[in-house]
Each structure stands twice: as C-alpha cells, then as structure tokens.
C-alpha cells in the first residue's frame, strides 16, 4: 500500500522505502499509512494479544453432535460479548456511537443465521472439521470471495472481508478459551503501539487517556480507521517495523496526518510536534465551524456536496461530514454473501430507514451494477458469470439487469415504494453502465411499468415518478451524451470507471496502474462533453468519482460547469472549504485553460498551481 502526504498524494517513495524505520542520531522515524489527523506526544505503551488462532483439526464422526454444540456455545458468548459492547456505547462520543453501532449489529447478524454459521455446521457435518477449524475455513473462504468480487471499490470489499474475519476470530478465541485483550492498564496520555487493533478495540479506548495509536497491521479504510476517526485519537496503521523498534515507556511522537512515528524524539522535533498540536487544534475548529456554513463560492454560487454511500454503516460519518444529502448509493451490500434474492419486501427494508435518517435530503439509489462477482451467488446461478473473457466489458449493470429484468423490477418497485413514503423529490434512481440511449430508454418503460403495477395494487407512490437517471462511466455514454441526455432526467458522471475506460487501465494491476490519470486530456474532454450536454438541456448533472472528492480539483470541476459533487463523506469538509475559496469566473478561466491543453504533465502543474495560490489567499 502506498503512504500519503497529508494532502493525499502518494508519496514519492515506494511503499518498502516510506516505511523502513530511519534514524536521525537516536530518533528513530517510522513511516506507516495517517489514519487519523492529529498530533501525540507521549509514552510507548505496547500491548499484545494472544493469536486467535487454532491448530486445523479434525472429528470423528460420532462426535460430530458435540462439535456442532461447541460451536452454538461459542456463538452465544460471542453474541453477550457484543451486547456488552453495545451497552458501552453511551460512554463513548457521539460520532463514535453511530459509527460503531451499526458495526455491532452487523456483527449481531453474522452471529445469527448467516453463511459463515450455517457454512460452518456444514463443514463440520460433512467434512469432519472440529468447530474452529470449520469457523476459520468458511470465513476464508467468504473473504477470498469477497474480495476477490470485480468492483472498483476496494476498500469497501477489504471492510466486508474484514467483518467476517472478525468474527471468525471471536468466535475462534470462545472456543478455544483463548483471553482477549484489556486496556484497563494503559496509562493516560500514552501512545498505544499493537500488532493490530480491532475495531472492538477501538471501542474500548478512552480518548480521554489515550494520546495516540500506532499499528503494525491496518490500513485507512477498515473499520478500526473510521473508528479512531470517529474518537478523534491521532492514528497512523500499518506502520512496519513498529513493534520490533518500539519499547515500552519509550518517548514518542506520532504524526497521524504525516503518518509517522518519531521515537527518541529530538529536542527540536517535540518543539516542532507542539506547535502542530496548536495548528491542528484550530484547524479543527475551522472545519468544526464549516458543518453549518453553506457550500457556496466567494461570488455566491451554490454547490451541491453529497456522499458515495456502501454500507448502512457509513450513515453516521455522512451526518457528521454535513452532506447535503446521498448523491450515490450503491445497493450491492444487499446482494452480497447471500443464497437467496433480497426480495422487494427486504429492500424496502434496507432503504427506508436510509431515506428517513437523511431526513429530506435527496438519496440517489443506484440499482444493482453486478459484473460476475463471486460473492452474488444468487444472481451467478441464472448468469454465467466467467462467460466472457473480460467480465469488464462483458455482461454488467444495465445490461444484466436489462436480461434479467426481475431483478430490476423488484429494485424499480422497492425504491418506488420508499420514495411514496418519503417528500416529493428526494428518491432519484440512477441505472449503471449506460452506453447508449435505447438501454435508458428500456428501463424506463419498465419502469413505468412497474409503477402502474404498483399503483393497481394500492400502493402510496409519488404523483411526480422518481427521476430516472444515467451513469457516464464509459467514453460511449460521454460521447453519445446528447443523445442519452434525451432520454435521461439526470447524470452522475462516474470518474474513476470512466478513467479507466477510456485509459485501458486496471488500477488494481501494478503493471498499469502508473498510467491511470484522470487529469488524462481524453478524460476531461469526455467529463466536459457529457457537462456540457447536460447543461444544454438545463439537467443536473454530477461528479460521483473520487475526483469530487479532491480539494485540490474543485476549481477545475466548477469551471467545467458541474455545481454538484458526490464523495466518501470524510472529504466533505475540505471541499467545502475549498469550494468557499473560490470564484466561479476564475474557476472557468482556469477550466478554459486546462482544457487548451494536450499534456497530462501540464495539466497537473497547472491544477497545483491554481491549489496553491487558492491557498495563499486563503
């Protein structure tokens, strides 16, 4: 994985070269991955856990029974264990709790009738596993599923393979007695130095006495990352060498913003880690302050901050960022890991209570984009899904739910459903993987069929339809954009795909990924073509790719026209802190001026350029 520079470019070192702890006279220095922004200046408390870990085994047949009553045993005590957790959650900050809880009753659900418990009564029925050995086969096996699943999101399948390792080794550690870890003894105001911490870990931390964490193991966007973001505890994961280097009482500074750990700290760097205590206590107070200020340019243009939305999960961090609304929910997490359809009931329930905790504000639901993931196996049971040599170009999103349209009927009746029970305007649907008007043009009949359908039934339904809308994530869409914009109501122009489309490039292949670049001139001419095509016929039009959610291309996006951007929720503040820097003629002078250009080199020393005198006058 590659470190960061707090301002979120890669840095320059490759991922063995940033990590490998440095000395500076007696300071050692080690890089990780910043995690959680903030400065600590304390003492090394390091704390170990027993390996949740058990030789593989193997059962007579005759004690199959007992093996099966071992494993019920240690699903009821890792569920107590997690009601206590739940019951801790009052004594934690708010952000925290709405984090956690909806993490804890995930949890709740994989300790009822879930794959992993049935899958594991399974393997020791018919594979004479002895119960931990079966628990910690099936959840391998759901995680190799999991992430290996064709989705551009990565770091949502890494969180999903996480939950389910995570119980795996609670349940593990229950039957085999092994203790789990306290943080009754560490001592206020030091620094936490693990192999690991877990988010339940993270649950038991006081911010109140811990000055920082710092992590062998781990990465930005688990679950253990949004934890400690959410305590406000300065962080830096996955930083190796760690817990070799460090010793207990050690002094130490960590750096959760420059993911960095300095043991033996020089006198000049404690002098120089007091003053960024300072700079970041009103840094927080600046971005504390933006959650209620509005989203508009110096010369009083309005525009749109939404949040990407994966898991229910994430709903806390989305209030917290102050979001305007959703401006893409992907409804994969209802299909995955799963033997049978979510039926329209069970969407229903999955999407209100999403719809009515943003409370007016617009969601926009992104049907189903499904390209051969192994983790469907429902939907792989009625669709080949290695049929074709590249899944990428193969049989996904509309196109699959245009050959299976019961699937898209039961998504089109549950959001219709949600959106009767919910003020006019606020539901928008969005269809993925658009490439040409006739398949816009298709689910819209069906569509409008399934509403008919619904309103036969006596079914509360708007009396104005949800806007249907279109992805641009393809140079197909872009350029038949005003022909696709002819049927659509509105376009989220989706970044990160249409890079890679238009690129030819895997990001997730190391032989390729240096060449993904979104500032790419081909690519910006494609966001401008289908902009443009949108605002022609006075359309709102969006950018849902990870490119709305870079500060630092705010002015470029403003000047090509897009006044509405979607994001992960924890950039909301910085782009809003941007967007109130700048001004929207300046902005589209700038655009007019990237666009003149043929070189990526260029472009990218011109969009820094621009950032920096931003900052400057701010």
């Known amino acids: 994985m590659k470190t960061e520079k707090p301002d979120g470019r890669p840095d320059a070192k490759g991922p063995e070269t940033a990590r490998k702890p440095t000395r500076r006279g007696k300071e050692v220095l080690i890089r990780g991955i910043p995690v959680s922004q903030g400065i600590a200046i304390g003492a090394v408390f390091d704390t170990t856990e027993p390996p949740a870990e058990a030789p593989r085994r193997t059962i007579l047949e005759v004690a199959v029974d007992s093996e099966k009553q071992r494993l019920a045993a240690a699903v009821a005590a890792s569920r107590k264990q997690v009601a206590k957790l739940k019951m801790r959650l009052g004594v934690l900050p708010e952000e925290a709790q709405e984090e956690?809880?909806?993490?804890?009753?995930?949890?709740?659900?994989?300790?009822?009738d879930s794959r992993l418990i049935r899958g594991a009564r399974k393997r020791i029925e018919h594979n004479l596993l002895a119960a931990e050995t079966a628990v910690a086969d099936e959840a391998d096996a759901i995680a190799e599923v999991i992430l290996g699943a064709r989705d551009d999101d990565k770091a949502g399948l890494r969180r999903r393979a996480g939950e389910v390792r995570e119980i795996a080794r609670r349940l593990t550690r229950n039957l085999t007695q092994n203790p789990?870890?306290?943080f009754k003894d560490v001592p206020e105001?030091?620094?936490l130095v693990a192999e690991e911490v877990t988010p339940a870990d993270a649950a038991l931390l006081d911010p109140a006495r811990i000055a920082g964490v710092a992590t062998e193991e781990g990465g930005a966007d688990g679950h253990t990352a949004i934890m400690l973001r959410a305590l406000g505890i300065p962080a830096v994961l996955g930083a190796h060498g760690l817990t070799e280097a460090a010793r207990r009482g050690d002094q130490a500074v960590l750096d959760g913003a420059a993911g960095t750990i300095a043991l033996h700290p020089t006198a000049a760097t404690l002098a120089a880690a007091k003053?960024?205590?300072?700079?970041y206590a009103r840094e927080r107070t600046r971005l504390a302050k933006l959650r209620r200020l509005p989203a508009v340019t110096t010369d009083g243009e309005a525009v749109e901050l939404l949040a990407n939305m994966e898991i229910?999960?994430?709903l806390p961090l989305i209030a917290q960022a102050g979001a305007q609304g959703i401006g893409l929910l992907r409804t994969e997490f209802l299909f995955m890991n799963r033997e049978d359809l979510p039926d329209e009931d069970a969407q229903v329930a999955a999407y209100a209570p999403i719809v009515a905790a943003m409370g007016g504000d617009p969601v926009t639901i992104r049907v189903l984009d499904w390209g051969g993931e192994k983790d469907m196996e429902a939907l792989a049971?009625?669709?080949e899904p290695h049929s074709s040599p590249n899944p990428a170009l193969g049989l996904r999103g509309i196109r699959m739910l245009l050959k299976r349209t019961e699937l898209l009927e039961a998504q089109f009746a549950a959001i219709l459903r949600v959106a009767g029970g919910a003020p006019d305007g606020v539901v928008r649907v969005l269809l993925p993987m658009v490439t040409i008007p006739s398949e816009v043009k298709a689910a819209r009949e069906i569509y409008e069929r399934v509403a008919r359908r619904l309103r036969r039934r006596g079914e509360r339904l708007p009396d104005k339809l949800p806007d249907l809308?279109?992805?641009?994530?393809?140079p197909g869409a872009a350029l038949a954009a005003d022909a696709i914009a002819l049927e659509a109501d509105f376009f989220a122009i989706g970044t990160n795909d249409l890079a890679m489309y238009t690129l030819a490039v895997d990001r997730s292949d190391a032989e390729v990924s240096h060449l993904y670049d979104p500032l790419h001139p081909a690519v910006l001419r494609l966001m401008q073509f289908a902009t443009e095509a949108a605002l022609r016929l006075r359309m709102p039009v969006s950018v849902c790719g990870e490119m709305g959610g870079n500060p630092r291309l705010v002015p470029l996006l403003l000047g090509l026209g897009i006044r509405s951007l979607s994001m992960n929720a924890s950039a909301i503040p910085r782009v809003k802190q941007a967007v109130r820097s700048l001004d929207i003629g300046d902005c589209a002078r700038f655009a007019r001026r990237v666009m003149e250009q043929s070189d990526p080199s260029r472009i990218r020393e011109l969009v820094d350029g621009f950032a920096s005198g931003v900052t400057e006058r701010g």
């Not at 956690?100 to 009822?112: Q, R, T």
């Not at 003053?275 to 700079?279: C, K, L, N, S």
Request: glycine content about 14%.
């Open 100 to 112: 956690l809880e909806p993490l804890l009753d995930a949890y709740a659900m994989m300790l009822g």
């Open 180 to 182: 789990f870890r306290s």
């Open 189 to 191: 105001g030091a620094i």
């Open 275 to 279: 003053d960024q205590v300072a700079g």
């Open 312 to 314: 229910p999960a994430e």
């Open 381 to 383: 049971a009625g669709i």
């Open 469 to 474: 809308g279109a992805m641009v994530e393809t």
